[in-house]
């Protein structure tokens, strides 16, 4: 993460994403194809993204992983307004819905604005929305050595505290209440 800061730092226009070092040909995550050839940056390399991949076939899963694909951890580190002048060149109309919500922000309104703009929202996420179209504005760098699962399913939260030996206080109300 320290690296991430470091290349936010040195090149504020870009967006960092920091892309997990795979273990497998998951299917189920997302990944950030890197260019080959990184930044010209000090320290650790930071690579422009060529493309992002999103749940792929096993097929095409065995080819990123063969040639150094990256998971997309979703973890991304920037300046705010590198953030939103990346949304404003993509999703300018996505940006604009959260106007009426920047001009309520502190007054009795922001939570009515908020409802409001969410409401009027079409469902989309902001990895469809943003970061393909703006894959320009990204670089990626790699988070080695991290031992890292996608949430997105409750099984693999389980597999998680499993491997890890981590056992968190709700989990025995669970356990309980699936048994009774």
Same mark, same amino acid.
């Given at each position: 993460? #320290?690296?991430?800061?470091?290349?936010? +730092?040195?090149?504020?226009?870009?967006?960092?994403?920091?892309?997990?070092?795979? #273990?497998? *040909?998951?299917?189920?995550?997302?990944?950030?194809?890197?260019?080959? +050839? *990184?930044?010209?940056? *000090?320290?650790?390399? %930071?690579?422009?993204?060529?493309?992002?991949?999103?749940?792929?076939?096993?097929?095409? %899963?065995?080819?990123?992983?063969?040639?150094?694909?990256?998971?997309?951890?979703?973890?991304?580190?920037?300046?705010?307004?590198?953030?939103?002048?990346?949304?404003?060149?993509?999703?300018?109309?996505?940006?604009?819905?959260?106007?009426? +919500?920047?001009?309520?922000?502190?007054?009795?309104?922001?939570?009515?604005?908020?409802?409001?703009?969410?409401?009027?929202?079409?469902?989309?996420?902001?990895?469809?929305?943003?970061?393909?179209?703006?894959?320009?504005?990204?670089?990626?760098?790699?988070?080695?050595?991290?031992?890292?699962?996608?949430?997105?399913?409750?099984?693999? +939260?389980? %597999? #998680?505290?499993?491997? #890890?030996?981590?056992?968190?206080?709700?989990?025995?109300?669970?356990?309980?209440?699936?048994?009774?």
């Amino acid at each position: 993460m #320290t690296h991430a800061v470091a290349v936010a +730092v040195e090149r504020p226009e870009f967006v960092v994403l920091l892309g997990v070092e795979p #273990t497998a *040909p998951e299917t189920e995550y997302g990944w950030i194809d890197p260019d080959p +050839v *990184p930044l010209p940056l *000090p320290g650790e390399p %930071a690579f422009p993204i060529r493309r992002f991949w999103e749940k792929p076939s096993l097929r095409l %899963a065995e080819r990123l992983f063969e040639r150094g694909a990256l998971w997309n951890s979703f973890v991304m580190v920037g300046r705010v307004d590198t953030f939103l002048g990346l949304t404003r060149r993509v999703a300018p109309d996505l940006l604009a819905a959260f106007d009426p +919500v920047r001009l309520a922000i502190g007054s009795p309104q922001e939570t009515q604005a908020a409802e409001r703009a969410y409401a009027a929202l079409e469902s989309s996420g902001f990895s469809e929305r943003v970061l393909v179209p703006g894959a320009d504005g990204l670089l990626t760098v790699r988070a080695k050595s991290v031992d890292w699962s996608d949430w997105g399913h409750p099984q693999r +939260v389980m %597999a #998680t505290m499993r491997r #890890t030996g981590w056992r968190p206080a709700w989990l025995n109300r669970v356990e309980l209440a699936s048994a009774g």
